[in-house]
């Protein structure tokens, strides 16, 4: 701030502090004036009920009695109040004693009321200076545009750099050459880059998802054009043609419903709804369909008595199922695959699928979420993964503000954990307990 201003704001925190000092002075006058006006009706209406010894008469004839002293102390003490009927007796009570103690106690209120008012003086003036900082600083900017000199040939020369920037063109940047524009030139080319990097994201996934789709097109059309020539009299053929292009069509709608997951969830869709639920609970259900359907790997669980958790259940055991999936095609036969739930050192609810199967190399491991990526594509292809399953479970879990952790070694393994936000439950409800089975606690003793 500088000293001009600085002493321009001071000298207006000052009067308005001015002003409400003054308020209150004058608010004190009148309360005080009202309690002195209080208490002596108070006291002269105690008084006559007093002497008169009856019902309390409006109609007295009133009055007081002093004798003139040198000071207002000394007149004080001389001090009757008079009162009688109409026609009446008038009887004279000496008020000096009262009038003397509200003389000393107003001494010292009006000591205390003084300091009050010093202090509102002393705190006031910064308190207005804080209040009135945001003020101040509007108006320090509007005195910087103002002197920015800002002329309409400026405003020219943005609209040309405006207009030549190519939508099309990835390096297009703003830049007028006027140091007074840069950081309006900064904000607009941030976003420039911006659009720039969703437009390419966009492109890549259009042209990925022609490429996935033109291969079991091909291969169709191959079968077909074989079926069509040799199938009609050929049985075998007939049967192998008909088997693969099922095979292919299988392929294709599931990546088509896996390009409309992701689709929907770009616009914005697919929100979890979500409830309280037990990861302990989904990972039961998750195993027991997989040991049923998956009989060329041992399916193993660990699970903690309760792991509370906020999620869409079906959204999550979706993101489950793909991490499963993962695990039992990159991992050999009869491999051991763990299903585990349990809370973890910073609270949150977490369950982990753990194969020992190929693993994944740590130059693919930052990559595994992006769409479309495969660590091996020649051998996915044949297994028929379209590189989609991991940004579709990564997807649900950002939705529901978790994440991953990755922990893979090449020919050992791979452990997909995923955690979520913890539950926002006093934390001694959660009674953490394993449950495993005989063999799961087997494995687990031999594991540590
Ligand atoms: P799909 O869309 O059918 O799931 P996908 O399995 O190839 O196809 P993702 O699930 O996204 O695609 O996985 C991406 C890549 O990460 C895989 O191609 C694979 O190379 C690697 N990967 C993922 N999980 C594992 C795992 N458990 N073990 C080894 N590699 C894995
Ligand atoms: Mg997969």
């Known amino acids: 701030m500088r000293a001009k201003d600085s002493r321009k704001m001071t000298s207006i925190a000052r009067r308005i502090n001015r002003h409400h000092v003054a308020d209150l002075f004058w608010t004190l006058v009148f309360v005080n004036i009202t309690i002195l006006a209080i208490l002596l009706t108070v006291w002269c209406y105690t008084a006559e009920k007093g002497t008169l010894g009856h019902q309390w008469i409006p109609n007295l004839l009133r009055s007081i009695e002093w004798t003139q002293n040198k000071s207002f102390s000394d007149t004080l003490p001389t001090v009757y ?16 004693t009262q009038l003397m103690v509200l003389y000393r106690a107003s001494f010292f209120i ?28 509007m108006s320090e900017t509007a005195e910087q545009l103002s002197r920015a000199g800002f002329d309409e040939q400026k405003y020219h020369d943005l609209e040309d750099a405006i207009e030549a920037i190519s939508a099309s063109a990835p390096d297009a ?14 904000a607009v080319n941030n976003l420039l880059t911006r659009m720039h990097e969703n437009y390419r994201h966009q492109i890549r996934f259009v042209s990925d998802a022609s490429h996935e789709l033109r291969t079991p097109i091909s291969v169709i059309r191959g079968y077909a054009e074989m079926l069509d020539r040799w199938g009609k009299d050929d ?63 041992h399916w193993r669980i660990q699970t903690e008595a309760s792991v509370s958790a906020d999620a869409d259940p079906a959204q999550l055991k979706q993101a489950a199922r793909i991490l499963c999936d993962n695990a039992l095609k990159y991992s050999g036969t009869d491999s051991v695959i763990t299903l585990r739930s349990f809370v973890n050192e910073h609270d949150e609810p977490c369950f982990s699928v753990q194969d020992s199967g190929v693993g994944i190399s740590s130059a693919d491991i930052p990559h595994i979420f992006e769409r479309f990526y495969r660590a091996d594509p020649a051998r996915n292809r044949n297994s028929g993964g379209t590189g989609l399953g991991l940004s579709i479970a990564k997807l649900i879990i950002d939705r529901h503000k978790g994440y991953f952790k990755v922990i893979s070694l090449e020919g050992v393994g791979t452990r997909m954990v995923v955690c979520l936000p913890k539950k926002i439950k006093p934390k001694d409800t959660l009674i953490p307990e394993t449950l495993m089975t005989e063999a799961d606690k087997s494995d687990k003793h031999s594991e540590s």
Do not use: C
């Open 110 to 137: 009006a000591i205390l009321e003084g300091l009050t008012l010093v202090f509102r003086w002393r705190k006031g003036k910064g308190q207005t200076m804080n209040l009135l900082s945001p003020l101040h600083k």
């Open 173 to 186: 940047k703003l830049s007028t050459g006027d140091s007074d524009l840069l950081g309006l030139e900064n």
């Open 81 to 96: 109040y008079i009162f009688s009927l109409p026609q009446g007796e008038a009887y004279r009570v000496y008020a000096g």
């Open 235 to 297: 049985k075998k053929i007939l049967e192998e043609g008909i088997t693969a292009i099922r095979i292919e069509t299988d392929n294709m709608q599931q990546l088509v419903e896996q390009l409309l997951f992701l689709a929907r969830g770009d616009a914005g869709r697919h929100q979890p709804q979500l409830q309280a639920i037990d990861l302990s609970k989904l990972v039961h259900e998750l195993y027991d369909e997989y040991a049923m359907i998956d009989q060329n790997h």
